[in-house]
């Protein structure tokens, strides 16, 4: 599994209600890890089966168009690597 990062600039609340939008139309039934952090603005830590899909998914035009119809910004990507191990202790939300 590998995890990359979203961050998007803006304020908080209003993308925070773009990624509700955007989850509503995203089917998540094939969500491995997925973590959304609202710091400064909303920080998304979401896994791919491998480097590749990420790079492929990230790169889509499907995603460009999902971002644009959800009204969120164009996120600075970054791949963090393979997930050696992850917990969670209770779900969250």
């Given at each position: ?58 790169s889509?035009?499907e ?13 600075r990507?970054t ?15």
């Open positions: 599994m590998y995890l990359g990062h979203y961050a998007f600039d803006g304020d908080p609340t209003l993308l925070e209600a773009a990624y509700r939008r955007l989850m509503a139309m995203t089917p998540t039934d094939n969500l491995e890890l997925h973590v959304v952090v609202r710091p400064d603005g909303l920080d998304i830590y979401d896994s791919c089966p491998d480097e590749a899909t990420f790079s492929t998914f990230n889509s035009r995603f460009a168009q999902a971002l644009d119809a959800s009204g969120l910004p164009a996120p990507i791949g963090l690597g393979e997930v050696v191990s992850a917990s969670v202790r209770q779900p969250v939300g």
